[in-house]
């Protein structure tokens, strides 16, 4: 099946600063979604972004398909950006069964 | 306009018992997902449910099973519970045939198997 590798797997940072997230993947996929995972365990969809590049705010990411790997950026970063961040990617466009990777744990101090 | 709710938040059970795990998905929706996420890991799919019938499964023993009805709720239901099936059961919900299927959770059940 797919593999589904994040990096890195624990990051730490002061309030405004920014930083880029990892996805790779094994395999060719349709469907790529990045979530954000609050401390109290509620999964927020972030992107359905499986080609391309989109942002909403201080966030934006981009997937080159070709390559297998997908970036998510945090900019400005807030107390409240803290959590785990999933890439999640399917075969499928139609969202079923989506292979999660282990996550990035992200803790930003005030 | 509703998210996906599920229902009971927390739930301690034994080995060997049984349990129903309930999620109605966000409204417009017609497909739920159900995943098992065990702790400090991912999301592990455990089977999708669309138009009441199970559409793909990830590799879950029959222990765990299904239900969907035609307001597009849905049941999980795990048979002789064993200790490792203590996780955080989330239930997803998307829009079949859009252009752009997001994937939007409930807040999940946490169950615990002593």
């Known amino acids: 099946g797919i593999q589904v590798e994040q990096s890195p797997p624990d990051l730490i940072l002061q309030e405004g600063a920014n930083s880029t997230l990892r996805c790779n993947f094994s395999?060719?996929?349709?469907?790529l979604q990045w979530f954000h995972q609050n401390p109290w365990g509620q999964l927020i969809n972030l992107f359905y972004?499986?080609?391309g590049t989109k942002q909403n705010g201080r966030l934006s990411a981009t997937t080159v398909a070709t390559e297998r790997y997908s970036l998510l950026y945090i900019s400005s970063s807030q107390t409240t950006d803290s959590g785990v961040y999933f890439c999640?990617?399917?075969?499928?466009?139609?969202?079923?069964?989506?292979?999660f990777g282990q996550g990035t744990t992200l803790q930003v101090k005030p | 306009d509703a998210g996906v709710t599920q229902s009971p938040t927390h739930l301690i059970k034994t080995r060997g018992q049984q349990v129903t795990l309930r999620c109605s998905p966000k409204?417009?929706?017609?497909?739920v997902s159900w995943y098992q996420q065990a702790l400090g890991q991912g999301p592990q799919f455990i089977f999708q449910?669309?138009?009441?019938?199970?559409?793909q499964r990830g590799n879950f023993p029959d222990r765990f099973s299904g239900h969907q009805f035609p307001n597009y709720s849905s049941e999980l239901n795990v048979n002789a519970l064993l200790l490792g099936d203590s996780a955080l059961y989330l239930c997803?919900?998307?829009?079949?045939?859009?252009?752009?299927?997001?994937?939007?959770f409930g807040s999940g059940t946490q169950l615990s198997v002593l």
């Open positions: 409204s417009g929706h017609d497909t």
């Open positions: 997803a919900s998307s829009e079949r045939g859009t252009a752009s299927e997001k994937l939007f």
């Open positions: 972004i499986p080609s």
């Open positions: 999640a990617v399917g075969r499928s466009s139609n969202t079923g069964k989506l292979i």
């Open positions: 449910y669309y138009e009441e019938e199970e559409r």
């Open positions: 395999d060719s996929v349709n469907n």
